[in-house]
T-cell receptor, first 119, second 112 residues
Framework: QLHLQESGPGLVKPSETLSLTCTVSGGSISGSGHYWVWIRQPPGKGLEWIGS???????HYNPSLKSRLTISASTYSNQFSLKLTSVTAADTAIYSCARGTAFEAFDVWGPGTLATVSS | QSALTQPASVSGSPGQSITISCIGTSSDVGAYDYVSWYQQHPNKAPKLLIY???NRPSGVSTRFSGSKSGNTASLTISDLQAEDEADYYC????????????FGGGTKLTVL
């Protein structure tokens, strides 16, 4: 059974970089034909798609975050990662990784990890 | 403000049917059959209910169905049950200079 788990620091200072990793177990990120996705949800608010990556390295980014965002993948580690630079309080959210197609049908989710931007 | 418009809340009694709308534009919902719906219970990860407008993943109850007309997608839940009380989100592919995904703002379903 496929399992996704997010990890990373829970607290980041304003203007610094948020780095998160999603570890995939029970399946390979390179073997399924799926995209691997980051989605966030500010506390008490709705979902926001951050971006997606194929194991080959092909990426799609949210235009509103593109200038600050890098998503990468490691088939060796069976992980994919997110780096969001110059964070502000508006980036405080539960960050979740998921599996899907490039643009929809996110069918397996991690439990999510809260990242708080505060000094 | 979310890119797709959903009602903030809907309600229904057990056994009834309800429909949640998801209004987009000719650049997203109206242009492609790449609309999904998710159910989210409090403090839980979202669960995929519908993809490609009308398809249900294996294991999802047949009480959940999706449809689309023009720029509006809809999720219908029939034979409403207490455990259906949750937040529901739609999402769509959006084709612009930079193809990306847009979500609706979410709808709180209350089972009376």
């Amino acid at each position: 059974q496929l399992h996704l788990q997010e990890s990373g620091p829970g607290l980041v200072k304003p203007s610094e970089t948020l780095s998160l990793t999603c570890t995939v177990s029970g399946g390979s990120i390179s073997g399924s034909g799926h995209y691997w996705v980051w989605i966030r949800q500010p506390p008490g608010k709705g979902l926001e798609w951050i971006g997606s990556i194929y194991f080959s390295g092909s990426t799609h980014y949210n235009p509103s975050l593109k200038s600050r965002l890098t998503i990468s993948a490691s088939t060796y580690s069976n992980q994919f990662s997110l780096k969001l630079t110059s964070v502000t309080a508006a980036d405080t959210a539960i960050y979740s990784c998921a599996r899907g197609t490039a643009f929809e049908a996110f069918d397996v989710w991690g439990p999510g990890t809260l990242a708080t931007v505060s000094s | 403000q979310s890119a797709l418009t959903q009602p903030a809340s809907v309600s229904g009694s057990p056994g009834q049917s309800i429909t949640i709308s998801c209004i987009g534009t000719s650049s997203d919902v109206g242009a492609y059959d790449y609309v999904s719906w998710y159910q989210q219970h409090p403090n839980k990860a979202p669960k995929l209910l519908i993809y490609d407008v009308v398809n249900r993943p294996s294991g999802v109850s047949t009480r959940f169905s999706g449809s689309k007309s023009g720029n509006t997608a809809s999720l219908t839940i029939s034979d409403l049950q207490a455990e259906d009380e949750a937040d529901y989100y739609c999402n769509s592919y959006k084709k612009t200079n930079t193809p990306h995904v847009v979500f609706g703002g979410g709808t709180k379903l209350t089972v009376l």
